[in-house]
C-alpha cells in the first residue's frame, strides 16, 4: 500500500444563488485521522462529492494520492468512501451487495468476508440489507469503502445512527486504520463525535475553512486564560476581577467563569480586595467548547462584515 494524500485546494461551488463552497482548502495526511467539521450546510458534502468527481467545481482541484479521482484506473484502490449509507439494493443481502460492488470493480470477492468480519457484520452479511439498522447499513458502508484495502478513506458523518457502543467501536477502529497509515478524512457536525478519536480537525463553515489545526492545539487555544472561580462573594468578586479587565460570567450561585485574566491575576486581585475564593481552577475545554467558540466567532465576523457592507 502506497501512501495517499487527499489534498483540496480553492474549491468553488455555486448552486444556482448558494454558494456552497467559497475557497475550500486543506489536506488529509496518511497516518491520521481528520475530522472534517461544520454546521449543517458548511459544505462538507459537498467537497465530498467534488473529491470523489460525482459534482465538477467551478474552481480549484481535488486530488487523490496528487491525482484526480475520475482519472484513477481502479479508484477504490485509492480511496475508499462512504457518503450515503443507504445507497443499497433491499433485496440484497449485504454479502451479495459487497460481491456486486467487487465484480463490478474487477476486484478479489475473496476479500468480502474479510471485511464483513472487520465490520462486524460476519452473520448478518447472508440477511437482506432492507432490513438493517442504520448503524449496520454504516458498517456495510464501511466494509465496501474497505474493499481494495485503499490508503486512504473519506467517511461522511459514519457516526449517524450508530448506538453508543458503535461509536466507541468506529472510534477505535478509525484510529486502526490511521495507525496503519492511511489517511482518514471523515465528516461530522458533532464535534463530540471526534473527541478522542481525531488527530487533527478542519473545522468549516459556509464553505470555507475557519480552522485547521491538531486537536490538542485548538483545546489549549479555547482553554486559554479561563479559570473558574468558586466563591461566596460572587458580585463583588465579579466587579473586581471585570475592573482589572477580566470577561466574567456568572455560571452557578457561587461560581464565576472568568477570562482574559491569567490566573495568577485573579489570586492577587481576589487577594488585594479581600475577597473570599474556596476554589480556583484553569478551565481546560472540551473539542465542543472549543468548536462553539471557533463557530461562533465565525458568525460575528459575518455579520459585522455585512453590516459594514451596507
Ligand atoms: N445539489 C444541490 N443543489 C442545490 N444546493 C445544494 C446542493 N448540494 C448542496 N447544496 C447547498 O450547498 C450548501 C452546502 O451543502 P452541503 O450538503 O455540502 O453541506 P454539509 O456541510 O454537508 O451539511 P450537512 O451536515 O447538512 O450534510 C448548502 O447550502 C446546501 O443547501
Known sequence: MTDATIEVAGLRKRYGSTTALDGMTFTAVPGRVTGFVGPNGAGKSTTMRIILGLHAADAGHALVGGRA?????????????????????????????????????????????????????????????????????????????????PPAIMLDEPFNGMDPEGIVWLRGFLRDLAGQRRAVLVS??????????????????????IADTSVAELIAAASGDRVRVRTSAPQPAAAALAAAGAQVTRTGADELHVRKLATERVVAVLTAGG??????????????????????????YRAAASGAAR
Not at 282 to 298: C, F, N, Q, S, V
Open 188 to 209: 461530522s457536525h458533532l464535534m463530540s463525535e471526534l473527541q478522542g478519536m481525531a488527530d487533527h480537525v478542519v473545522v468549516v463553515g459556509r464553505g470555507r475553512v
Open 69 to 149: 479521482y475520475r482519472s484513477l484506473r481502479c479508484p477504490m484502490r485509492h480511496l475508499g468512501a462512504l457518503l450515503d449509507a443507504s445507497a443499497l439494493h433491499p433485496a440484497r443481502t449485504g454479502r451479495n451487495h459487497l460481491l456486486w460492488l467487487a465484480q463490478s470493480q474487477g476486484l478479489d470477492g475473496r476479500r468480502v468476508d474479510e471485511v464483513l468480519e472487520h465490520v462486524g457484520l460476519a452473520s448478518a452479511g447472508r440477511r437482506p440489507a432492507g432490513g438493517y439498522s442504520l448503524g449496520m447499513r454504516q458498517r456495510l458502508g464501511l466494509a465496501a469503502a474497505l474493499l481494495a484495502d
Open 275 to 300: 475577597l473570599p475564593f474556596s476554589e480556583l481552577a484553569p478551565h481546560r475545554a472540551t473539542l465542543e467548547e472549543a468548536y462553539l467558540e471557533l463557530t461562533r466567532d465565525a458568525v460575528e
